[in-house]
């Protein structure tokens, strides 16, 4: 029998002989042999590839498929943005309707002590010594010292503790001391970097130095400031990364008071500069007592008439001033992002005003509010306003969404990796507090 090789052309070659037999038993054709004829098989189908079919072709089907299943795929991730979007939607403006006290501990007498936040610990320091407590008020360290009046500077996790006209600087973060710094001159003022490096404003008679030390007390770099060059140095900030520093300079011109913001740069750029000058501005009959590094590349200042914004990790450059006028600031707050300062305000809206700041220096949010606070804080995408007896929490577009009182008087609220939740340090102990 001669070998199929397509059953469609077999079937129609069967039925071609069968008709020309007219042979009643037509299935005896399959007892015999035939010779294939090609070109008389492709004009009996009438397509070239000898099939009979209407459809589709194989590709064309494989190219619907393929786009299927991209609609298909877009349409899942479509549908999973948006439930991801609700979920966080949700979550950002969710409103609280009521709080607890879940957990308290006792603490050491902190009669006289002062404490802050360090990154989610509790730092409690005093004129003896300073201790890092955890969220459930485990002493994870301590370092003694005698200190007649200790300043406090932090960046992230890290802290710096000093006295002003001492001569030591203790640098430690949450897991515990990083070193002693002997500056061999009176402190002014010092700040310091995520990484335990501190900037030192000493004093030398007729000469104000600035200083860099590593957290062990190396010198890394200095340089030498006077009034007849440049002015006192009344404020400085380094950056996080500990590469640029930015001094506030005040200065007599004339009979008339100047101040300077210049920028130092410490880094591989800075190397090629003449003293390690980046830049700097000039402000005639303006004082600027605050300068401060948000993050990297963002810098801002505060004057007594307005608030100034910088932006450069190499160079910084001027990026936009806001005035404020003879309006009184009682106090300036600041996170990586964003920048608030509270006014004084006495009106019928509230007795102060908080006026939030982007880093950019666009004006996003103000806020009144009566509480007698004791600090302001951005963090989680909410602002917290807090005061002994009483807090207030709001979204970061000023819409309240929770105010409560506390039991017993507060002295530091610290913020924890859960936005509902809070440690509360008082006199004689550490509470969490939990929003729902």
Same mark, same amino acid.
């Given at each position: 029998?001669?070998?199929?090789?397509?059953?469609?052309?077999?079937?129609?070659?069967?039925?071609?002989?069968?008709?020309?037999?007219?042979?009643?038993?037509?299935?005896?054709?399959?007892?015999?042999?035939?010779?294939?004829?090609?070109?008389?098989?492709?004009?009996?189908?009438?397509?070239?590839?000898?099939?009979?079919?209407?459809?589709?072709?194989?590709?064309?089907? #494989?190219?619907?498929?393929?786009?299927?299943?991209?609609?298909?795929? #877009?349409?899942?991730?479509?549908?999973?943005?948006?439930? /991801?979007?609700? $979920?966080?939607?949700?979550?950002?403006?969710?409103? =609280?309707?009521?709080?607890?006290?879940?957990?308290? $501990?006792?603490?050491?007498?902190?009669?006289?002590?002062?404490?802050?936040?360090? !990154?989610?610990?509790?730092?409690?320091?005093?004129?003896?010594?300073?201790?890092?407590?955890?969220? !459930?008020?485990?002493?994870?360290?301590?370092?003694?010292?005698?200190?007649?009046?200790? *300043?406090?500077?932090?960046?992230?996790?890290?802290?710096?503790?000093?006295?002003?006209?001492?001569?030591?600087?203790? $640098?430690?973060?949450?897991?515990?001391?990083?070193?002693?710094?002997?500056?061999?001159?009176?402190?002014?003022? =010092?700040?310091?970097?995520?990484?335990?490096?501190?900037?030192?404003?000493?004093?030398? +008679?007729?000469?104000?130095?600035?200083?860099?030390?590593?957290?062990?007390?190396?010198?890394?770099?200095?340089?030498?400031?006077?009034?007849?060059?440049?002015?006192?140095?009344?404020?400085?900030?380094?950056?996080?990364?500990?590469?640029?520093?930015?001094?506030?300079?005040?200065?007599?011109?004339?009979?008339?008071?100047? *101040?300077?913001?210049?920028?130092?740069?410490?880094?591989?750029?800075?190397?090629?500069?003449?003293?390690?000058?980046?830049?700097?501005?000039?402000?005639?009959?303006?004082?600027?007592?605050? /300068?401060?590094?948000?993050?990297?590349?963002?810098?801002?200042?505060?004057?007594?008439?307005?608030?100034?914004?910088?932006?450069? +990790? !190499?160079?910084? &450059?001027?990026?936009?001033?806001?005035?404020?006028?003879?309006?009184?600031?009682?106090?300036?707050?600041?996170?990586?992002?964003?920048?608030?300062?509270? =006014?004084?305000?006495?009106?019928?809206?509230?007795?102060?005003?908080?006026?939030?700041?982007?880093?950019?220096?666009?004006?996003?949010?103000?806020?009144?509010?009566?509480?007698?606070?004791?600090?302001?804080?951005?963090?989680?995408?909410?602002?917290?306003?807090?005061?002994?007896? !009483?807090?207030?929490?709001?979204?970061?577009?000023?819409?309240?969404?929770?105010?409560?009182? =506390?039991?017993?008087?507060?002295?530091?609220?610290?913020?924890?990796?859960?936005?509902?939740?809070?440690?509360?340090?008082?006199?004689?102990?550490?509470? &969490?507090?939990?929003?729902?």
């Amino acid at each position: 029998m001669a070998e199929v090789k397509d059953f469609t052309k077999y079937l129609k070659k069967l039925q071609r002989k069968n008709d020309e037999d007219k042979d009643d038993n037509p299935f005896e054709a399959l007892n015999r042999d035939y010779d294939w004829n090609d070109q008389a098989d492709i004009a009996d189908s009438g397509e070239y590839d000898g099939y009979d079919s209407t459809g589709p072709s194989y590709k064309e089907r #494989i190219r619907k498929h393929r786009i299927a299943v991209a609609v298909r795929t #877009i349409a899942g991730i479509v549908i999973t943005a948006l439930i /991801v979007a609700a $979920v966080y939607v949700s979550w950002r403006d969710k409103h =609280f309707t009521e709080s607890s006290i879940t957990s308290s $501990v006792k603490i050491a007498d902190a009669s006289g002590a002062k404490a802050i936040n360090l !990154e989610g610990y509790v730092l409690t320091y005093s004129k003896d010594g300073v201790s890092c407590l955890d969220g !459930e008020g485990q002493q994870l360290w301590n370092q003694t010292y005698q200190m007649q009046n200790p *300043t406090v500077h932090t960046c992230k996790n890290v802290v710096a503790i000093g006295d002003y006209n001492g001569h030591n600087i203790y $640098v430690a973060n949450t897991g515990g001391a990083l070193g002693e710094i002997d500056t061999n001159l009176p402190i002014r003022d =010092f700040c310091v970097a995520s990484q335990g490096v501190v900037a030192a404003a000493l004093d030398d +008679k007729s000469v104000t130095w600035i200083y860099l030390f590593d957290a062990t007390g190396n010198t890394l770099a200095s340089f030498k400031t006077t009034m007849q060059d440049s002015g006192y140095p009344i404020d400085i900030s380094i950056s996080p990364s500990g590469e640029l520093v930015c001094v506030s300079y005040l200065k007599a011109d004339s009979g008339k008071l100047k *101040t300077s913001v210049a920028f130092f740069n410490f880094g591989a750029v800075g190397q090629n500069l003449a003293d390690n000058y980046a830049s700097g501005y000039d402000y005639p009959d303006v004082v600027v007592p605050y /300068v401060q590094f948000m993050n990297d590349s963002k810098i801002f200042a505060v004057a007594d008439d307005r608030i100034m914004f910088y932006s450069g +990790k !190499e160079v910084p &450059t001027s990026q936009t001033e806001s005035l404020t006028g003879d309006e009184e600031i009682k106090s300036v707050f600041y996170n990586d992002t964003h920048v608030g300062i509270v =006014f004084v305000n006495n009106t019928e809206e509230g007795a102060y005003r908080l006026q939030i700041y982007g880093e950019t220096g666009n004006l996003d949010t103000t806020i009144y509010f009566d509480t007698e606070y004791v600090d302001v804080l951005f963090d989680n995408g909410q602002i917290v306003v807090y005061g002994e007896n !009483e807090y207030i929490l709001y979204d970061m577009k000023g819409t309240e969404k929770y105010r409560g009182t =506390f039991d017993r008087a507060v002295k530091v609220m610290v913020p924890t990796n859960v936005r509902s939740k809070f440690l509360l340090v008082t006199e004689r102990s550490l509470d &969490t507090l939990e929003l729902k």
